[in-house]
């Protein structure tokens, strides 16, 4: 299984950027798609998630209002529309997967909760 992240770029403060992801290999379903970053000298941490069941969104507070997670169940294909954008949301965006099916919403916004990961796309937001 691979995942394949694109649409990063630089942008200046106030600006939008698009992120994709799509995900192929060998024939699996997803129960869920998110995206994480990390920032030079920081941990990664979750950004977005969205699990198909249902269409339930997830996003860590610094992005509400600003980020918007989409995507594709059947194409296993999931996206980022980021408005806003501010220099702290500068990072590498990682895109991921899960297959398993969770009780609990708290394991979609953890990196323990994926099993599948991309390779990353920078995101560098100029002041």
């Known amino acids: 299984v691979q995942l394949q992240a694109s649409g990063g770029g630089l942008v200046q403060a106030g600006g939008s950027l698009r992120l994709s992801c799509a995900a192929s290999?060998?024939?699996?379903?997803?129960?869920?798609m998110g995206w994480f970053r990390q920032a030079p000298g920081k941990e990664r941490e979750f950004v977005a998630s969205?699990?198909?069941?249902?269409?339930?969104?997830y996003y860590a507070d610094p992005v509400k209002e600003r980020f918007t997670i989409s995507g594709d169940n059947a194409k296993n294909l999931v996206y980022l529309q980021m408005n806003s954008l501010k220099p702290e949301d500068t990072a590498v965006y990682y895109c991921?997967?899960?297959?398993?099916?969770?009780?609990?919403?708290?394991?979609?916004?953890?990196?323990?909760?994926?099993?599948?990961w991309g390779q990353g796309t920078q995101v560098t937001v100029s002041s």
């Open positions: 991921a997967a899960t297959s398993a099916r969770y009780a609990s919403s708290t394991i979609y916004r953890a990196i323990r909760g994926y099993d599948y």
């Open positions: 290999g060998r024939t699996f379903s997803t129960s869920a």
């Open positions: 969205i699990r198909w069941s249902g269409g339930y969104t």
